[in-house]
């Protein structure tokens, strides 16, 4: 049975969750926490949304709840080490594989010369993986979002989509391996964020599906929508439809087709990060 909570309450008892967390909703029996600090409609636009994405693989949302996987939804004027699970974080080393070419390339001045909490709260305001994270402001579109313009959100459940595809449903894992190498060696998303992990690329694909991402153009070629996606790498996008339907618009996205996934000014050529 799906369970998706009408309203917010306090977290069920049989999560053990620790003090900090006052509020819960579920998405398909998926837990998503906050402190008191978090408005209420953050949460039920992330249950929302989250409901969506696993609409039409309900049984990927059966093994993530199997494996305690949860999702926390951090205030404006909260941090990611704030959160009681991630206190212990540390910044990562210089051979951590998750690095762009550009912390690689900067990596004193952009890492190593920071705390561990002063490389954290600028990374990131989002994180996939057994104990996600999401933001108030994400979540809700708020202008103070420093993502505004595109919804992290599903970006870092797009992550968690693809770990339960990896047990769940292993062929189209690999089909998504083989559409990462084709993109690779085809110099696809070239230099982009989106190539610097399979998980990467799934994730911001994810976000192009349901037209929720910021424009990324490669010498003129502009990739916006799904309709883009699909011209531009159709291996990609075979995959994503095997994992999402035919849905593209998630219920609570602030940023489905918003304008501001566009910037200001000329169409850029080229929207990669220069280092």
């Not at 990374?123 to 994400?138: F, L, N, P, T, W």
């Not at 085809?186 to 799934?202: D, F, K, V």
Request: hydrophobic content about 40%.
């Amino acid at each position: 049975m799906v369970s998706c909570a009408a309203t917010v309450s306090p977290p069920n008892p049989a999560l053990n969750a620790p003090g900090f967390y006052a509020k819960s909703v579920s998405a398909r029996g998926i837990p998503i926490l906050a402190s008191a600090k978090v408005r209420d409609d953050a949460l039920l636009a992330a249950r929302d949304m989250l409901s969506d994405m696993l609409a039409h693989r309900p049984e990927l949302a059966k093994w993530l709840v199997q494996h305690d996987y949860r999702v926390t939804i951090i205030a404006v004027d909260e941090a990611l080490l704030d959160l009681p699970e991630n206190a212990h974080w540390t910044k990562p080393a210089r051979d951590d594989p998750r690095l762009t070419r550009c912390e690689l390339k900067h990596y004193d001045a952009r890492i190593g010369a920071l705390s561990d909490r002063q490389y954290w709260d600028n990374r990131a305001r989002g994180i996939g993986g057994d104990r996600a994270v999401g933001s108030e402001e994400d979540v809700l579109g708020l202008p103070v979002s420093r993502y505004f313009g595109e919804t992290i959100f599903v970006h870092e459940m797009g992550h968690n989509v693809l770990f339960a595809i990896e047990e769940v449903d292993p062929p189209l894992y690999r089909k998504i391996e083989a559409a990462y190498a084709n993109a690779r060696a085809r110099g696809l998303w070239l230099n982009e964020y989106t190539t610097t992990t399979m998980q990467e690329y799934w994730a911001e694909g994810t976000q192009f599906w349901f037209d929720s991402n910021r424009l990324q153009a490669f010498n003129g070629t502009r990739i916006l929508n799904h309709a883009d996606l699909a011209a531009y790498d159709p291996q990609l996008y075979a995959a994503l439809a095997a994992a999402y339907g035919n849905n593209h618009r998630l219920k609570g996205d602030p940023f489905w087709m918003h304008p501001a996934r566009v910037p200001p000014g000329p169409p850029p050529q080229n929207t990669a990060e220069e280092c």
